[in-house]
């Protein structure tokens, strides 16, 4: 099934939908708008493929989950997909990506894709592998039955978004985790030591749309309600796209005396489309990636009934 990235992505750069084996019907959206191929914007300014990052290929759904760092408009952009194929066609494309922060709502590490930590590509014994199972549950876990136990992280499991390990500043870490790790220079910056928080979003529509169990893969995507807020230490003026059931733990984060002669974002309701890729072996989660595409307040997802 991954010989489908391949010509995908060649379509793309050859700007050529004519490449692809599409079904008689064939439905494709980019960034949640649907269109035809040759009215998209990666037929229209993908030039090169940079870096192929993870791909998940789930033959029983039907599925192939691939992300990227291709050249979009002259930079680099993160892009991933879903694509699914029926009788050797490919029936759907779900296509997202990111050409600047604001559209993955914090950070955007496309040059990291391909050179992800070692833990996503070491090899799993045969005795650690976890099931179909096991994984379809815990795809489930991040949106749907959010009160399903988790296993335990793995040491070297970190939070990585959108291609590339995030780096918090460490002042803004420790006001977010209610925690103080002792003083440190605004530029400090600390990596966040886990895969999954346990205040995670809930979503009873997403889908887990592959699984692999020789890769211990599993991806699941849903759609998050959330806002636009200000993300301001002393060393930083920004913004960042927050799950409204994360809205006042990130409040704590914002201290009245780093607004003060400032211009910061004010609050915008969004909503955003996040997918969740997650490695599990030795009875543990061991990486967890999310990429995220923001879209318009309210906002469904056409691939959802």
């Known amino acids: 099934m991954k010989q489908y990235v391949d010509l995908v992505l060649k379509s793309m750069v050859e700007k050529d939908p004519g ?81 600047s922060r604001g559209e993955g709502g914090y950070v955007l590490l496309a040059e990291e894709i391909g050179n992800e930590p070692a833990v996503w590509k070491s090899a799993i014994p ?15 876990a991040i949106f749907i039955d959010t009160a399903a136990p988790m296993p ?16 918090e500043f460490a ?31 809930s979503d009873p529509k997403a889908r887990v749309v592959a699984a692999d169990v020789e890769q211990g893969l599993v991806v699941t995507i849903g759609m998050v309600p959330g806002y636009i807020l200000p993300t301001v230490t002393s060393a930083a003026n920004i913004s960042a796209f927050v799950p409204a059931s994360m809205r006042e733990m990130h409040a704590r984060s914002v201290l009245p005396k780093w607004l003060e002669g400032r211009s910061v974002i004010d609050e915008i309701e969004v909503m955003c489309v996040s997918m969740h890729v997650l490695r599990m072996f030795d009875g543990k989660l061991q990486a967890s990636e999310m990429f995220n595409s923001l879209t318009g307040a309210g906002a469904r997802s056409v691939w959802v009934d």
């Open 152 to 167: 335990p992280e793995g040491d070297d499991c970190v939070v990585m978004e959108q291609g590339g390990v995030v780096h």
């Open 19 to 99: 490449l692809l084996p599409l079904a008689d019907r064939y439905r494709a959206t980019e960034n949640s708008i649907p269109g035809a191929l040759n009215m998209l914007t990666a037929w229209r300014l993908v030039s090169r493929v940079n870096a192929l990052g993870p791909v998940v290929a789930d033959e029983e759904l039907g599925n192939i989950v691939m992300t990227a760092n291709l050249e979009i408009g002259g930079a680099p952009a993160t892009f991933w997909a879903r694509i699914a194929v029926a009788d050797d066609r490919i029936t759907e494309l779900e296509l997202f990506h990111a050409k």
């Open 126 to 140: 045969e005795s650690g592998r976890a099931t179909r199972e096991e994984l379809l549950a815990l795809g489930r």
């Open 171 to 201: 002042e803004f870490h420790d006001l977010l985790m209610g925690v103080d790790t002792g003083p440190h220079a605004p530029e400090d910056t600390v990596v966040m030591p886990y895969g999954l928080a346990p205040f995670r979003p």
